[in-house]
T-cell receptor
Framework: NAGVTQTPKFQVLKTGQSMTLQCAQDMNHNSMYWYRQDPGMGLRLIYYSASEGTTDKGEVPNGYNVSRLNKREFSLRLESAAPSQTSVYFC?????????????????FGPGTRLTVL | SQQGEEDPQALSIQEGENATMNCSYKTSINNLQWYRQNSGRGLVHLILIRSNEREKHSGRLRVTLDTSKKSSSLLITASRAADTASYFCATPASGTYKYIFGTGTRLKVLA
């Protein structure tokens, strides 16, 4: 069981370049999440997918797009990277099939992608 | 901001001492969770306490929840150097699939 995997681990981009962060989970979870973590800010939700075929905006979606390719994979795309998107990005998946706060509320996190935009 | 708040922001203690960190949140919740993050790693789930529970234990961890004050505390007893990490609380946003994370407490345990 690999859990939640993310690629790449590190990335440096120039302003205006695009890239896709990949995330996959092998725990058959329905819900998946993309967060960014900045110093002193905790985790902020970018996008989430409650189930295969659905995606919704989180707290800070501007400048990002997502694709829930299948139940396992949830990718995050930066179309035109900006220095403000320099951050550590975490993907997570969640036990439980219903709304947050129900049974199975544990999130499992990937190791993160450290992105620098110059 | 929807984020919860944790205090202290940073805590430095000697090995063997107890470490207490607190979390305050803003809305009614069904449960509250605590996560640990080692430097350079993803978050790891530690413990979940439901809204009808006042206290929960797991090994050296003790979590309390006071829903009237909208606050929770995490106590780590007999701390070890390996407990050095950041600790975050998280609460479900009612009626959504989303979670609200606190800003975290950075714990340093000195050997």
């Amino acid at each position: 069981n690999a859990g939640v995997t993310q690629t790449p681990k590190f990335q440096v981009l120039k302003t205006g370049q695009s890239m896709t962060l990949q995330c996959a989970q092998d725990m058959n979870h329905n819900s998946m999440y993309w967060y960014r973590q900045d110093p002193g800010m905790g985790l902020r939700l970018i996008y989430y997918s409650a189930s295969e075929g659905t995606t919704d905006k989180g707290e800070v979606p501007n400048g990002y797009n997502v694709s829930r390719l299948n139940k396992r994979e949830f990718s995050l795309r930066l179309e035109s990277a900006a220095p403000s998107q320099t951050s550590v990005y975490f993907c997570a998946s969640r036990t439980g099939a219903g709304l947050a706060g129900g049974r199975g509320d544990t999130q499992y996190f990937g190791p993160g992608t450290r992105l620098t935009v110059l | 901001s929807q984020q919860g708040e944790e205090d202290p922001q940073a805590l430095s203690i000697q090995e063997g001492e107890n470490a207490t960190m607190n979390c305050s949140y803003k809305t009614s919740i069904n449960n509250l969770q605590w996560y640990r993050q080692n430097s350079g790693r993803g978050l790891v789930h530690l413990i979940l306490i439901r809204s009808n529970e006042r206290e929960k234990h797991s090994g050296r961890l003790r979590v309390t929840l006071d829903t009237s004050k909208k606050s929770s505390s995490l106590l780590i007893t007999a701390s070890r150097a390996a407990d050095t990490a950041s600790y975050f609380c998280a609460t479900p946003a009612s009626g959504t699939y989303k979670y609200i994370f606190g800003t975290g407490t950075r714990l340093k345990v000195l050997a």
